[in-house]
């Protein structure tokens, strides 16, 4: 079993900035792409940013030049910097991880638990 472990939410004014990480923890997987998502309430989940094992980034237009995306690959851990933030970018962000385990090294996606970020004066 693979758990994605999300931190670094909270509160923060316009115009500040949050670092988010995401760690995949297990035995017997390894890890492809990344990426972080983000649902607002009444609203579909999206994406924000997505990086492949590799490095190789993608970006939602709304975040670009705001948001970095990066990952530690010998800790199973990716980032999401925040900067610049505005209160559209309030929602709960979950980390998505493509994971390979098992003989056949199938592939399938895994979730984290989410973690709240609220942009607010």
């Known amino acids: 079993q693979v758990q994605l472990v999300e931190s670094g939410g909270g509160l923060v004014q316009p115009g500040g900035s949050l670092r988010l990480s995401c760690a995949a923890s297990g035995s017997g997987f390894s890890v492809d792409a990344m990426g972080w998502y983000r649902q607002a309430p009444g609203k579909q989940r999206e994406l924000v940013a997505t990086?492949?094992?590799?490095?190789?980034?993608n970006y939602a237009d709304s975040v670009k030049g705001r948001f970095i995306i990066s990952r530690d690959n010998a800790k199973n851990t990716v980032l999401l910097q925040m900067n610049s933030l505005e209160p559209d970018d309030t929602a709960v962000y979950s980390c998505?991880?493509?994971?390979?385990?098992?003989?056949?090294?199938?592939?399938?996606?895994?979730w984290g638990q989410g973690t709240q970020v609220t942009v607010s004066s």
């Open positions: 990086i492949t094992r590799g490095g190789d980034t």
């Open positions: 998505n991880a493509y994971v390979r385990s098992g003989v056949a090294l199938s592939v399938r996606t895994y």
